[in-house]
């Protein structure tokens, strides 16, 4: 996804709550603000946003000194799902359509993003995901692809969002790579998360290699690169995921809640939709 | 009242809402917005935000080739208050309270304000103004003093509005100098539009001479000052006069609805409440 000019005015929005979680310091974040503001004038248009992303996270460590701000609301995160996981699981056992109520609640956990400006109740969003209709919803190519694929490639996205992929995880039956962030940036999860979560039990862990809030490609390893060329499946979850690779040519099923007005129009939907998209199937 | 460190991302906003309104050019509106991200830098967070509003609003005059893009919109405005002028006078006229009830319907007009990004329904904030209590209410400061007082200065705000403000005018049977803005920025009230209100027939009206979305004092003309440095009683209107004067020495009255989270933080209460608040009194 291309860089709206909604986008210029977010990023430094951003840039002031994720500089408020990283310090007190009026200073450093009147610093900060005004590297961000300077930014703006450099950012081309056709750039996608966690490009810009990526820089703006950067500078909130450069400058506060502090370059995991979210790490301890990453922890709480993780055990306030854990703890939801049995219930999640009963969810999964007593419906009727087990692998299409597991993706709903791995898009309900992607309500947890602190990366945008909104309040959510966890148990809230679960109801509202089981309950309602989504925008878009490709299940029927996601459920035809999955069964004739071998392995999946899942591209994760915040910390304690990665336990309700674990729930998508186990209901797929197939053998999953799952790619966390390579450093700490916003509330994505690392390694340290997934691992908290129980990612590595039912699936091999990989990073991305990137240090951005989305999976740009050309900050990826060439490791995850040689990966990402070779899936025949892959699940991306969330918004940067999706601004990342939304024109890329891979057959991909986007997970998400829209979280913004922005990828909203993107998409064609409404914000707070819950979206299942795939692409070039 | 000072920068907030949240006013910062605003004056983006403000730019792109602004811009949006005065061209469809993309290029132009992101070359606003460089520009106004380039500015954040040069912000002391001791100036008042109309400060720096003056310099944005002058941008998009000047990039977009439109200092008065909102000229339709204010005119537009004006016409719908005037059609509500009858009904406004008649709930005044049948009330127990008139003077309180004029006040109600001058500070329910302040919600016509394209400087916020809010709609707004101007017969439901009516109904509300009529209804509820205000979260700070000077009531029987602004009625003692107006009986004491000789003349009055009211300085006005939006375009609109100021059909509301005639109401309160009429109904302080005093001699009123009308203050409005010295050239168009955003939908703030000038001469040509306090005329279309009627205003000319109730009050005496002189520009500010300033250009800024609030009454900054060091941008003000010799004549204005002299008016308001001799003042008694004052009047000031709405959100940007309100963070230009609210450190003043004179006695003012500042009544507004509060339409920013950081205006509500500054006065200690909530986004939407209505206020009465003198000062110096």
């Known amino acids: 996804m291309r860089t709206y000019l909604d986008c210029l005015p977010c990023f430094l929005n951003q840039a002031l709550r994720a500089g408020r979680i990283a310090t007190d310091d009026e200073e450093k974040i009147k610093q900060l603000l005004d590297e961000v503001g300077r930014m703006i004038g450099k950012i081309p248009l056709e750039n996608t946003p966690p490009e810009t992303g990526r820089l703006v996270y950067r500078k909130v460590g450069e400058i506060t000194g502090k370059p995991d701000p979210y790490k301890e609301i990453k922890k709480e995160s993780t055990q306030k799902c854990m703890a939801l996981y049995p219930s999640l699981k009963k969810k999964v056992e007593m419906s009727d359509d087990k692998l299409l109520t597991a993706i709903r609640i791995a898009i309900a956990g992607n309500v947890i993003d602190f990366g945008v400006d909104r309040r959510f109740n966890i148990r809230e969003e679960i109801d509202n995901a089981l309950k ?63 691992v908290q979560a129980g990612i590595d039990k039912v699936a091999t862990l990989l990073s991305s290699g990137t240090d951005a809030p989305g999976t740009i ?31 890329e040519k891979r057959p991909i099923f986007f997970l998400l809640k829209v979280k913004c007005h922005v990828i909203a129009k993107d998409i064609g939907v409404n914000e707070g939709d819950l979206i299942l998209k795939g692409i070039n199937i």
Chains 1, 2 share one sequence.
């Open 132 to 194: 309602n209709n989504f925008a878009v919803c490709d299940y029927d190519k996601f459920r035809t692809l999955l069964d004739k694929t071998d392995e999946i490639l899942y591209i994760g996205d915040n910390a304690g969002e990665c336990v309700f992929d674990r729930i998508l995880i186990e209901e797929m039956k197939k053998p999953v790579t799952y790619i966390v962030r390579n450093v700490p940036v916003i509330n994505d999860a690392t390694y340290e998360d997934a």
């Open 217 to 247: 490609l050309n900050t990826c390893s060439a490791e995850f690169k040689k990966v990402y060329d070779n899936s025949k499946f892959i699940i991306s979850k969330g918004q940067g995921n999706y601004e990342a690779l939304s024109n």
